[in-house]
């Protein structure tokens, strides 16, 4: 049923004049939900830095594979070939072993020249694949592969690595699952008792004939204004917050290859989903609240 | 216009209020419900509007079957229902005229049709020139006026008043009922609860005395019959 815009500006205006007129209630909604979203907000900046960090990490995992000495050329390229045939590898390069050496003499010093005279080093395919978490799979099935020596990626610390982030990535879903239960649970409750305030008056509609949506609409746009008020200041906060932070950390960290998301593409992201939760939760905490009050 | 056929209403704590209750109550009629207290009155007048649905049998209301009505079908049945209440039900925060013209606001009336219907329905109970005044600040004799200024703003077919002379002192009481007559002979049905006996035995009516779940006694031009 298609609702008349002079309803409809009825209800606007009956939503304002609720909120003016409950004040000190809409002060601890609206302030119910500022403080939740603030915790929350802040957490979900952590976690998705902290996110990043680990990606970024996991996606520097790769296997070398070394080349047996006995191998010819035309092995190597077989075994390129299967290497390859492998459905998880994103890439794979050669790097001869003469390559690897001057490798090892840039970092490690010119010390290791010495072995310039004879290089005890392989041959090796440096195997990437498409998703991190397959790297001790597909290192297992290349070391199968004739003509393969060993295949290394550092199993421990890489295995650890996905342990760690795989648990970090639960912990942080339930944690944040958790903060935004319970901003719902103190919302409705707020609003429950702004709509208590009033169950006479939504008696009295009932009596004279109102229909439920008629009743719900001022308190849904009610708890839509709550949800945005509530919203401002966990947002102004975490996008100022964020501004410093970043860059006061940023520089000293980026020396360890540690990169922090940037202030746009973390604050904007951020910024709508924190206004739809508020606005969600606003609206949910009204409904279940008023629905309640309905069946009179 | 009011037909119960075999109605019980056994609330979820085990009371029976009333067990096969039969009635017809015809459009124009004025109806009196008596009976001691606890007997049941209240259960009848709040099927009527379906605060209460009946646990077996029919009530059905100028056409409407309550018992099997949607919950979103109720407010359908409650704009041909005008309901008054001993404690008035008037919203504090509203003036006279807005707690009337809610009525007709929350029905999405015209705002026309509002400002011309409630000017109409003050003039019929007096109070046209105490619009702006909240209902705080008029007598329970006043207040009840407005109570009564909503109930038949949106022309309802039936009036159900339970007790609405409950509050008020017998002066005020008697000028209350000359409002619910001149009501009546608009044409309007009401059906009012009451235990004011000197009202029942004066301004004779039809009387349903209600004991014990049934019905007691069915009388045009009936007395009150119990001792006040």
């Known amino acids: 049923m298609a609702m008349k815009p002079r309803t409809f500006r009825r209800h606007f205006r009956e939503s304002f004049k609720n909120m003016r007129r409950n004040g000190w209630m809409t002060f601890a909604a609206v302030s119910a939900v500022t403080v939740t979203l603030l915790l929350t907000g802040v957490f979900l900046v952590i976690m998705l830095n902290l996110n990043k960090i680990g990606t970024d990490i996991e996606n520097d995992v790769e296997v070398r594979v070394h080349v047996k000495l006995t191998a010819s050329e035309s092995d190597r390229e077989r075994l390129k070939k299967q290497i390859e045939s492998l459905p998880e590898i994103e890439s794979i390069s050669f790097s001869s072993k003469e390559e690897e050496l001057q490798n090892l003499i840039k970092d490690m010093g010119s010390d290791f020249s010495l072995f310039e005279q004879n290089n005890p080093l392989y041959d090796v395919f440096i195997v990437k694949t498409a998703r991190p978490q397959d790297t001790p799979e597909v290192a297992r099935k290349i070391e199968q592969i004739e003509y393969t020596e060993k295949a290394v990626y550092g199993e421990e610390k890489v295995e650890n690595l996905f342990n760690f982030m795989k648990t970090a990535r639960n912990v942080g879903i339930v944690l944040v699952a958790g903060l935004l239960f319970t901003a719902m649970f103190l919302i409705s409750n707020t609003i429950k008792i702004t709509i208590f305030a009033r169950r006479k008056e939504i008696e009295i509609m009932k009596l004279v004939g109102a229909t439920n949506g008629f009743i719900r609409w001022p308190f849904l746009l009610e708890g839509l204004w709550i949800g945005m008020l509530g919203s401002i200041v966990p947002i102004a906060a975490i996008a100022a917050g964020y501004y410093y932070t970043e860059q006061a950390i940023a520089a000293r960290l980026s020396s360890h290859f540690i990169e922090f998301i940037g202030f746009l593409p973390l604050v904007l992201p951020v910024t709508v989903l924190l206004l739809v939760i508020a606005v969600f939760i606003g609206i949910w905490g009204s409904f279940i609240s008023v629905r309640r009050f309905m069946n009179v | ?228």
Request: aromatic share 6%; charged share 25%.
């Open chain 2, 1 to 228: 216009m009011i037909e119960m056929q075999g109605v019980t209403k056994k609330y979820p704590n085990g009371v029976t209020a009333l067990s096969g209750i039969d009635v017809t109550i015809k459009q124009g009629e004025f109806v009196y419900i008596v009976g001691p207290s606890g007997a049941g009155k209240s259960t009848f007048i709040k099927l009527i509007y379906r605060e209460e649905k009946p646990t077996d049998g029919q009530v059905v209301v100028g056409g409407i079957n309550t018992a099997n009505l949607k919950q979103r079908s109720v407010p359908t049945l409650r704009r041909q229902v005008g309901v008054v209440f001993q404690d008035f039900k008037l919203l504090p925060l509203l003036n006279v005229y807005e707690n009337v013209a809610f009525a007709l606001e929350v029905i999405e009336e015209e705002p026309k049709v509002i400002r011309k219907r409630v000017m109409e329905v003050l003039d019929l109970v007096g109070l046209k020139h105490k619009a702006r005044m909240l209902p705080t600040e008029l007598s329970g004799g006043e207040q009840q006026r407005v109570a009564i200024a909503r109930s038949i703003v949106n022309n309802p077919k039936v009036v159900i008043a339970d007790e609405p002379t409950g509050n008020l002192d017998p002066d005020t009481s008697w000028d209350i009922m000359s409002l619910f007559e001149t009501i009546n002979e608009r044409g309007t049905t009401i059906v009012m609860a009451t235990h004011n006996k000197e009202i029942v035995n004066t301004i004779r009516r039809r009387v349903i005395a209600i004991e014990n779940g049934r019905i007691a006694r069915d009388e045009q031009r009936g007395d009150y019959g119990y001792e006040a």
